[in-house]
């Protein structure tokens, strides 16, 4: 109870300021892609997207851009009202004509009982057990269980339901409150409420809204203003005003810090620190109906309007001041701080005294200008000297206001120009001026007479953009021709080194230890040691946003703050100056004004920053700088193949939401891919990075870019998983990249098989190649043989022709003569009559060893037919006049004209009438018996007795000269002979062998 009544003290008084400073608002509307203006809920999904419900349709938000959905694509109605998601991702949404569901592909559509026309679904919750729980403004409560079946909890005949004004659950248990003052709990076993008694403060008051905190304490807004909970003991916290039947709390809300949060039909309000305070149109936001106050997994606050779109809250880090506020110009150049107030120079406004307001007293700016005796609107910087007196620097002039009236001083009265670009105060009681042709002293007690000093150099030596009083009260001077020090008597170059002495300067900062931070033009930052002589300079290449520095000042925590025409970098370094990050600060942080200005920069005693840009006077609250820790919800949207969206159909995974084709295989030509990423962070879209690789291909992760898109071409085939991870605006970068396998499958000229088939085939077609060679080889060969052969058997022919003639002859005729001789000498000596029945006989035997060598040598003998033919007659004329039957059997199946290899029939005849000759002389038989048996290519010849046998003879070597070289002819035409003979059985020679085929 105590505590309820702190808050009610301490929240009781709200605040209406008529000026206020502007706080950091991003609006989005139809033109940047809304579908709607009138935003009456925003839900948050598990990818980091905002959807809205409008009376357009559906958008979707992820940051930078929108997508919409309507009746087109399968939406119930375009008048949208409430949304809520299931365990399942599946987005329920209530509309005029019922409830649609979405499950990331289709729409699926439930028929509400008693909807009549210009009734709508208002409230929708989905439980624990994916039950969707809504009323409409038709009255009742209503339930949809997870088979799709509609059912009415409550009927709208019952006085304290006609009409649902919330529905809320704090994971437990869901509450219902209605228009009419009721506070439900729901039985869920039962599904039928229960109703809680409410205080009777809350008698017959409208309910308009209920919020579940972080702490699972209840939230009223009601029209007797905001009531609060805990264990459902309700006490009032605060009052807007008096009961007005146009004022209704629609939402609420909280920042992570406890700060509440109200949608209302006049805007919103906030309550923090005790403070309860309105912020309208001229902070950023609007004064319109405020339906819906959400905050994202990033604690960033989204406010959904009629009829303004979305407003995003940028945070408390930069406050401004500007036109909204009471200030005829944007263009701030200098900010400075005087007893009571502060002082803004504008360019082209004159200058503006602002006084801060305070709790129920709004802030005060008026304006001095040329109207009132500046002695020009153009000013460069105004300070307030200890006696009050507010000095003004002019583009031409200088002014001095006492608070009634301006003086101003020219160059006739002193000073070196009228173009003053800086003003400081010196810790002597001087106001030092820096004009465009060195700088000039003002001693307020000597009749306020200047002094002027100029560097004896060039004219860009004495433009004088900045001053800055250091350690020792001397003064340094930056300028377009370096930085330069006035020791009070003359004007000299501050560094050493020629390399510094001539850079343009445009602004100084003198850090507590002594050390200086130089701002240059446009070559980034100067920093140098006094002490150590040490120089470092950083510039974009280290990763300032520009090198172009307008002003420079250190925060309560180190870092370097640097305005640029890019936006204000925060910098921090490490213990020996090395860059750890830079920040960038901008529009969507909240620092609209972006381009800073020369020297409009001012430290506050707090540590607070203001920036004056050309767009107002921000104030910046650096210990407000909260790192957002949270990474980016990052995932794969699209596969593309040669640039075009493909409708992969039934190739999606089953993952809802996902158009991501699973197990990915593609052919060979299908290698031209894109892929589509995002990394969701709310806080800042702009600022997500990425850095992606495609593993098998890249080498290491490709560099970090802001693209959305990955595009490879001309991949071979192989296995790849391409990988991608994304960073926030602090650069906290995901700890796990999201990963997608695929396949491109190769072409069949290059699968295993396809490699096993062709090396078969080109070991085919080798070997058939070299058959071919080989073939093609033997034919030469055999051409050459045949040639050969031919001529062999033309010389064969004709030598036996020539032998026959000359050599048959002569002896044929030797015979005769022999013969006659013997007649002649019938009577004559017997020895010359045995001698010549001895050359007869000798004669005979030449001439029948040379018929049978003339019949070798003739190419007819190489045929089988003929060498049986030959031996037959051999052995026919062999046993003509003996008493030895002689038999001869052949089989007539072979070729007659097979043909046998050159010399083979000398060698059979040969071994054969050694055979038969022995049967003659040695076998002492009756009967000899040739048999000749050839098929195909196999041959037997044998010769078979009845005679006594060869003395026991059975295939034993050596038994005569004969014998032998029988066995000897039978190797030479690689055939076997047997010679089997025992004593009373006779003899049987065999010759085995095979005809070689194909024999010329």
Same mark, same amino acid.
């Given at each position: 109870?105590?505590?309820?009544?702190? @808050?009610?003290?301490?929240?009781?008084?709200?605040?209406?300021?008529?000026?206020?400073?502007?706080?950091?608002?991003?609006?989005?509307?139809?033109?940047?892609?809304?579908?709607?203006?009138?935003?009456?809920?925003?839900?948050?999904?598990?990818?980091?997207?905002?959807?809205?419900?409008?009376?357009?349709?559906?958008?979707?938000?992820?940051?930078?851009?929108?997508?919409?959905?309507?009746?087109?694509?399968?939406?119930?109605?375009?008048?949208?009202?409430?949304?809520?998601?299931?365990?399942?991702?599946?987005?329920?949404?209530?509309?005029?004509?019922?409830?649609?569901?979405?499950?990331?592909?289709?729409?699926?559509?439930?028929?509400?009982?008693?909807?009549?026309?210009?009734?709508?679904?208002?409230?929708?919750?989905?439980?624990?057990?994916?039950?969707?729980?809504?009323?409409?403004?038709?009255?009742?409560?209503?339930?949809?269980?997870?088979?799709?079946?509609?059912?009415?909890? !409550?009927?709208?005949?019952?006085?304290?339901?006609?009409?649902?004004?919330?529905?809320?659950?704090?994971?437990?248990? @869901?509450?219902?409150?209605?228009?009419?003052?009721?506070?439900?709990?729901? #039985?869920?076993?039962? %599904?039928?409420?229960?109703?809680?008694?409410?205080?009777?403060?809350?008698?017959?008051?409208?309910?308009?809204?209920?919020?579940?905190?972080?702490?699972?304490?209840?939230?009223?807004?009601?029209?007797?203003?905001?009531?609060?909970?805990?264990?459902?003991?309700?006490?009032?916290?605060?009052?807007?005003?008096?009961?007005?039947?146009?004022?209704?709390?629609?939402?609420?809300?909280?920042?992570?810090?406890?700060?509440? =949060?109200?949608?209302?039909?006049?805007?919103?309000?906030?309550?923090?620190?005790?403070?309860?305070?309105?912020?309208?149109?001229?902070?950023?936001?609007?004064? #319109?109906?405020?339906?819906?106050?959400?905050?994202?997994?990033?604690?960033?606050?989204?406010?959904?309007?009629?009829?303004?779109?979305?407003?995003?809250?940028?945070?408390?880090?930069?406050?401004?001041?500007?036109?909204? #506020?009471?200030?005829?110009?944007?263009?701030?150049?200098?900010?400075?701080?005087?007893?009571?107030?502060?002082?803004?120079?504008?360019?082209?406004?004159?200058?503006?005294?602002?006084? +801060?307001?305070?709790?129920?007293?709004?802030?005060?700016?008026?304006?001095?200008?040329?109207?009132?005796?500046?002695?020009?609107?153009?000013?460069?910087?105004?300070?307030?000297?200890?006696?009050?007196?507010?000095?003004?620097?002019?583009? =031409?002039?200088?002014?001095?206001?006492?608070?009634?009236?301006?003086?101003?001083?020219?160059?006739?009265?002193?000073?070196?120009?009228?173009? @003053?670009?800086?003003?400081?105060?010196?810790?002597?009681?001087?106001?030092?001026?820096?004009?465009?042709?060195?700088?000039?002293?003002?001693?307020?007690?000597?009749?306020?007479?200047?002094?002027?000093?100029?560097?004896?150099?060039?004219?860009?030596?004495?433009?004088?953009?900045?001053?800055?009083?250091?350690?020792?009260?001397?003064?340094?001077?930056?300028?377009?021709?370096?930085?330069?020090?006035?020791?009070?008597?003359?004007?000299?170059?501050?560094?050493?080194?020629?390399?510094?002495?001539?850079?343009?300067?445009?602004?100084?900062?003198?850090?507590?230890?002594?050390?200086?931070?130089?701002?240059?033009?446009?070559?980034?930052?100067?920093?140098?040691?006094?002490?150590?002589?040490?120089?470092?300079?950083?510039?974009?290449?280290?990763?300032?946003?520009?090198?172009?520095?307008?002003?420079?000042?250190?925060?309560?925590?180190? %870092?370097?703050?640097?305005?640029?025409?890019?936006?204000?970098?925060?910098?921090?370094?490490?213990?020996?100056?090395?860059?750890?990050?830079?920040?960038?600060?901008?529009?969507?942080?909240?620092?609209?004004?972006?381009?800073?200005?020369?020297?409009?920069?001012?430290?506050?005693?707090?540590?607070?920053? =203001?920036?004056?840009?050309?767009?107002?006077?921000?104030?910046?609250?650096?210990?407000?700088?909260?790192?957002?820790?949270?990474?980016?919800?990052?995932?794969?949207?699209?596969?593309?193949?040669?640039?075009?969206?493909?409708?992969?159909?039934?190739?999606?995974?089953?993952?809802?939401?996902?158009?991501?084709?699973?197990?990915?295989?593609?052919?060979?030509?299908?290698?031209?891919?894109?892929?589509?990423?995002?990394?969701?962070?709310?806080?800042?879209?702009?600022?997500?990075?990425?850095?992606?690789?495609?593993?098998?291909?890249?080498?290491?992760?490709?560099?970090?870019?802001?693209?959305?898109?990955?595009?490879?071409?001309?991949?071979?085939?192989?296995?790849?998983?391409?990988?991608?991870?994304?960073?926030?605006?602090?650069?906290?970068?995901?700890?796990?990249?999201?990963?997608?396998?695929?396949?491109?499958?190769?072409?069949?000229?290059?699968?295993?098989?396809?490699?096993?088939?062709?090396?078969?085939?080109?070991?085919?077609?080798?070997?058939?190649?070299?058959?071919?060679?080989?073939?093609?080889?033997?034919?030469?060969?055999?051409?050459?043989?045949?040639?050969?052969?031919?001529?062999?058997?033309?010389?064969?022919?004709?030598?036996?022709?020539?032998?026959?003639?000359?050599?048959?002859?002569?002896?044929?005729?030797?015979?005769?003569?022999?013969?006659?001789?013997?007649?002649?000498?019938?009577?004559?000596?017997?020895?010359?009559?045995? !001698?010549?029945?001895?050359?007869?006989?000798?004669?005979?035997?030449?001439?029948?060893?040379?018929?049978?060598?003339?019949?070798?040598?003739?190419?007819?003998?190489?045929?089988?037919?003929?060498? !049986?033919?030959?031996?037959?007659?051999?052995?026919?004329?062999?046993?003509?006049?003996?008493?030895?039957?002689?038999?001869?059997?052949?089989?007539?199946?072979?070729?007659?004209?097979?043909?046998?290899?050159?010399? =083979?029939?000398?060698?059979?005849?040969?071994?054969?009438?050694?055979?038969?000759?022995?049967?003659?002389?040695?076998?002492?038989?009756?009967?000899?018996?040739?048999?000749?048996?050839?098929?195909?290519?196999?041959?037997?010849?044998?010769?078979?007795?009845?005679?006594?046998?060869?003395?026991?003879?059975?295939?034993?070597?050596?038994?005569?000269?004969?014998?032998?070289?029988?066995?000897?002819?039978?190797?030479?035409?690689?055939?076997?002979?047997?010679?089997?003979?025992?004593?009373?059985?006779?003899?049987?020679?065999?010759?085995?062998?095979?005809? +070689?085929?194909?024999?010329?």
């Amino acid at each position: 109870m105590r505590k309820t009544l702190l @808050i009610s003290l301490l929240l009781g008084l709200c605040y209406f300021p008529g000026n206020t400073q502007s706080r950091g608002f991003l609006s989005y509307s139809v033109a940047d892609g809304l579908a709607q203006s009138n935003v009456m809920d925003i839900k948050e999904d598990r990818r980091g997207n905002l959807w809205m419900a409008t009376f357009g349709g559906l958008s979707r938000f992820n940051g930078i851009s929108f997508e919409n959905y309507d009746k087109q694509d399968g939406l119930a109605s375009n008048r949208t009202f409430c949304l809520s998601f299931d365990s399942k991702d599946a987005l329920w949404i209530g509309t005029s004509l019922g409830i649609s569901s979405f499950d990331g592909r289709d729409f699926t559509n439930y028929t509400v009982p008693h909807l009549a026309a210009n009734q709508w679904v208002n409230h929708l919750l989905v439980d624990k057990e994916d039950h969707i729980w809504f009323g409409t403004t038709a009255g009742g409560l209503y339930q949809i269980n997870t088979a799709g079946e509609v059912t009415q909890i !409550l009927d709208a005949s019952a006085e304290k339901i006609a009409l649902v004004s919330g529905i809320s659950s704090n994971g437990n248990d @869901i509450y219902v409150t209605t228009y009419h003052g009721g506070l439900y709990r729901v #039985n869920d076993k039962e %599904s039928t409420l229960e109703q809680v008694s409410l205080p009777p403060v809350l008698n017959n008051v409208e309910i308009s809204s209920l919020y579940t905190d972080t702490k699972n304490n209840l939230w009223l807004g009601t029209s007797k203003g905001l009531f609060y909970s805990e264990g459902l003991n309700f006490e009032w916290v605060h009052s807007f005003h008096e009961e007005s039947v146009d004022f209704a709390i629609y939402s609420i809300n909280e920042e992570y810090d406890g700060t509440i =949060w109200l949608g209302t039909t006049h805007g919103a309000y906030k309550f923090k620190k005790g403070l309860c305070t309105s912020v309208k149109a001229t902070e950023g936001l609007t004064d #319109n109906i405020v339906y819906k106050i959400h905050r994202d997994r990033e604690g960033t606050l989204w406010y959904g309007t009629f009829g303004g779109g979305v407003y995003k809250s940028l945070g408390d880090l930069f406050t401004y001041i500007g036109k909204n #506020n009471g200030m005829n110009f944007d263009y701030v150049s200098s900010i400075s701080k005087g007893k009571n107030n502060y002082w803004f120079g504008s360019y082209g406004g004159g200058v503006y005294r602002y006084v +801060p307001g305070t709790a129920g007293n709004p802030y005060i700016i008026d304006n001095l200008s040329s109207e009132d005796g500046l002695s020009n609107n153009f000013v460069f910087a105004a300070e307030e000297d200890d006696q009050g007196n507010l000095w003004v620097a002019t583009a =031409w002039g200088l002014s001095v206001y006492d608070g009634k009236r301006f003086k101003n001083f020219y160059k006739e009265n002193g000073l070196p120009s009228n173009q @003053i670009y800086t003003l400081i105060k010196g810790s002597n009681g001087s106001i030092y001026c820096g004009t465009s042709q060195g700088i000039a002293e003002l001693n307020l007690d000597n009749n306020r007479t200047f002094k002027s000093y100029e560097y004896p150099g060039a004219e860009q030596h004495n433009r004088v953009r900045s001053l800055e009083e250091i350690h020792g009260g001397n003064i340094l001077m930056g300028t377009q021709g370096g930085l330069k020090i006035f020791n009070g008597k003359e004007v000299l170059d501050y560094f050493e080194a020629d390399s510094l002495k001539h850079i343009a300067i445009s602004s100084i900062y003198q850090h507590d230890d002594g050390t200086l931070w130089v701002g240059l033009v446009d070559e980034g930052i100067l920093y140098y040691n006094p002490s150590s002589k040490k120089v470092l300079r950083f510039t974009e290449a280290s990763g300032l946003s520009s090198n172009i520095v307008y002003s420079l000042a250190m925060d309560k925590q180190g %870092s370097l703050w640097v305005g640029t025409p890019r936006g204000l970098d925060k910098v921090s370094f490490d213990n020996n100056l090395n860059i750890e990050s830079v920040r960038n600060f901008a529009a969507n942080e909240g620092f609209f004004g972006i381009e800073t200005n020369t020297n409009a920069l001012m430290m506050e005693t707090d540590g607070s920053i =203001w920036f004056g840009t050309v767009a107002g006077a921000y104030i910046c609250h650096p210990e407000k700088d909260v790192i957002n820790p949270l990474e980016p919800i990052t995932f794969l949207t699209g596969v593309r193949l040669f640039s075009k969206k493909v409708d992969w159909k039934n190739q999606h995974d089953k993952q809802s939401w996902s158009h991501i084709p699973e197990d990915l295989s593609l052919n060979y030509d299908q290698n031209h891919l894109t892929f589509e990423y995002s990394g969701n962070s709310l806080k800042n879209a702009e600022k997500v990075r990425y850095q992606y690789m495609l593993e098998n291909f890249d080498r290491g992760w490709q560099p970090i870019t802001k693209r959305k898109e990955a595009v490879y071409t001309n991949l071979p085939p192989g296995a790849y998983t391409f990988k991608i991870k994304a960073s926030n605006n602090d650069g906290i970068w995901n700890d796990i990249p999201i990963t997608y396998s695929f396949e491109i499958k190769p072409p069949f000229w290059r699968t295993w098989w396809f490699f096993t088939l062709a090396f078969v085939a080109i070991g085919v077609v080798g070997r058939l190649y070299y058959n071919f060679r080989v073939q093609k080889k033997l034919r030469s060969l055999l051409q050459v043989e045949t040639i050969k052969h031919e001529e062999t058997v033309k010389v064969r022919k004709r030598v036996a022709e020539d032998f026959h003639d000359q050599v048959g002859n002569q002896l044929a005729s030797i015979t005769v003569l022999v013969q006659l001789i013997q007649a002649k000498l019938s009577n004559g000596n017997k020895e010359v009559d045995e !001698l010549l029945q001895k050359l007869g006989q000798f004669t005979k035997t030449l001439f029948t060893g040379t018929r049978d060598f003339i019949w070798s040598i003739d190419p007819k003998s190489d045929n089988v037919n003929e060498m !049986l033919i030959y031996i037959r007659d051999f052995g026919e004329e062999l046993f003509e006049f003996s008493e030895i039957n002689f038999y001869v059997d052949t089989n007539d199946t072979f070729d007659a004209k097979m043909r046998l290899p050159v010399g =083979w029939s000398r060698h059979v005849v040969f071994i054969f009438k050694e055979a038969l000759t022995n049967s003659l002389k040695h076998a002492n038989c009756q009967n000899v018996y040739l048999n000749f048996n050839v098929k195909e290519h196999n041959f037997v010849f044998e010769l078979k007795d009845d005679g006594k046998g060869l003395n026991g003879y059975q295939e034993i070597d050596g038994q005569g000269m004969g014998l032998r070289n029988m066995k000897e002819r039978a190797k030479k035409i690689r055939s076997h002979i047997s010679i089997v003979s025992q004593n009373g059985d006779g003899t049987v020679v065999t010759l085995e062998g095979k005809i +070689p085929p194909n024999t010329g």
